[in-house]
Antibody, heavy 118, light 107 residues
Framework: EIQLQESGPGLVKPSQSLSLTCSVTGYTITSGYDWSWIRKFPGNKMEWMGYISYSGSTNYNPSLKSRISITRDTSKNQFFLQLNSVTTEDTATYYC???????????WGQGVMVTVSS | DVQMTQSPSYLAASPGESVFISCKASKSISNYLAWYQQKPGEANKLLIYSGSTLQSGTPSRFSGSGSGTDFTLTIRNLEPEDFAVYYCQQYYEKPLTFGSGTKLEIK
């Protein structure tokens, strides 16, 4: 069974960087598919942030392009999100998911809530 | 970006009833549309892709229809476990975009 699990700090200060990890079990991220980060803001708006492909290439939402980086550690079957220069508007629940390029998302993590506050 | 307009934002219904959720794209997206179910504390569940194809494990009381710009998610004979938030998502082009969500509550 494919499972994804997000982890990372629940509180980040404004202007700092947000860093999250997605751990994948049941499927090797280099075997295929794209691996995305998606967030849901308070009020329920959902935003696709970007993905890293099975080959290691990346694609980002232009709305975030200057602040986002998605990387991976293939030895641990994990991929990562870094979002720089955060503001309170980055407060959201962050999800990792399989899919993205363009494609639907067939497996999701449960999400991790991140609050940006001083 | 393709804007996805989802309605209604809130829906109250009773078990056994049928409900319809609409999703309209700002341009034609062919049938590159997915529907998801979201419940607190659970992973989001893919229900339907390609506008009308049920994902493995999706109960047959769920159905999707439409193509181009107008799409509908239909849930017939509501079960207690169906009360959740539903989202549509287009994957015709990047950036991938979602509808604003429909919260389905028990009447």
């Amino acid at each position: 069974e494919i499972q994804l699990q997000e982890s990372g700090p629940g509180l980040v200060k404004p202007s700092q960087s947000l860093s999250l990890t997605c751990s994948v079990t049941g499927y090797t991220i280099t075997s295929g598919y794209d691996w995305s980060w998606i967030r849901k803001f308070p009020g329920n708006k959902m935003e696709w942030m970007g993905y890293i492909s099975y080959s290691g290439s990346t694609n980002y939402n232009p709305s975030l392009k200057s602040r986002i980086s998605i990387t991976r550690d293939t030895s641990k079957n994990q991929f990562f999100l870094q979002l720089n220069s955060v503001t309170t508007e980055d407060t959201a629940t962050y999800y990792c998911a399989r899919g993205g390029g363009p494609h639907y998302f067939d497996y999701w993590g449960q999400g991790v809530m991140v609050t940006v506050s001083s | 970006d393709v804007q996805m307009t989802q309605s209604p934002s809130y829906l109250a219904a009773s078990p056994g009833e049928s409900v319809f959720i609409s999703c309209k794209a700002s341009k034609s997206i062919s049938n590159y549309l997915a529907w998801y179910q979201q419940k607190p504390g659970e992973a989001n569940k893919l229900l339907i892709y390609s506008g009308s194809t049920l994902q493995s494990g999706t109960p047959s009381r769920f159905s999707g229809s439409g193509s181009g710009t107008d799409f509908t998610l239909t849930i017939r004979n509501l079960e207690p476990e169906d009360f959740a938030v539903y989202y549509c998502q287009q994957y015709y082009e990047k950036p991938l975009t979602f509808g604003s969500g429909t919260k389905l509550e028990i009447k």
